[in-house]
């Protein structure tokens, strides 16, 4: 290989060849952040590397922390349903009064409404379990079972006011 070296050199017309100096070798900075140092425009690269200040990103919340979140708010929901329940039951006997007000009396009306406000408050209060424990399968579940329980009740009051005297 030295001979060919030797040779081309010949033919270009350099006698001699010389080692080129490193500083030569190294490609030049080109940019005015390269040429002070700093290679990504950030910090001089002689200080050390670059340190990032932006907080770290929140995790996201656990599923416990999110189940005892909707546990406490169920529980004061659950104390604000207890403070108003007599203003709710008195407004909705009026309601009652004005619809159905041949046999809201009887004996088979009132029986009838009070199985379905126990089952709906059963019902209501699986709902509102279910989504603190985040069930949206149970959820659904308990919604189906709402709207049956509705239509069977609206079925038995319109037979009892079809009969007029709210009995069999």
């Known amino acids: 290989m030295a001979l060919t070296a030797l040779a081309a050199a010949a033919l270009v017309g350099l006698t001699m060849l010389r080692p080129v100096p490193l500083a030569y070798a190294q490609p030049r900075p080109h940019t ?32 416990e922390s999110v189940i005892a979140l909707a546990r406490a708010k169920l529980a004061e929901d659950v104390v604000a349903q207890r403070t108003t329940r007599d203003e709710r039951r008195r407004a909705r006997l009026e309601e009652y009064r004005e619809k159905y007000h041949a046999v809201v009396g009887t004996q088979p009306f009132v029986s009838e409404m009070q199985a379905h ?16 424990e985040l069930r949206s ?5 308990i919604a189906r079972l709402m ?22």
């Open 32 to 63: 005015r952040h390269e040429r002070r140092g700093l290679a990504d425009g950030g910090a001089p690269t002689t200080r050390g590397p670059r340190v990032d200040r932006t907080p770290p990103p929140e995790a996201p919340p656990s599923e």
């Open 117 to 132: 406000e126990e089952r709906l408050a059963r019902l209501q209060r699986l709902r509102a379990v279910a989504s603190s």
């Open 137 to 141: 399968d149970a959820k659904k579940r």
């Open 147 to 168: 709207t049956r329980e509705q239509t069977r009740h609206l079925l038995v009051i319109q037979m009892l006011v079809a009969s007029g005297t709210g009995g069999p």
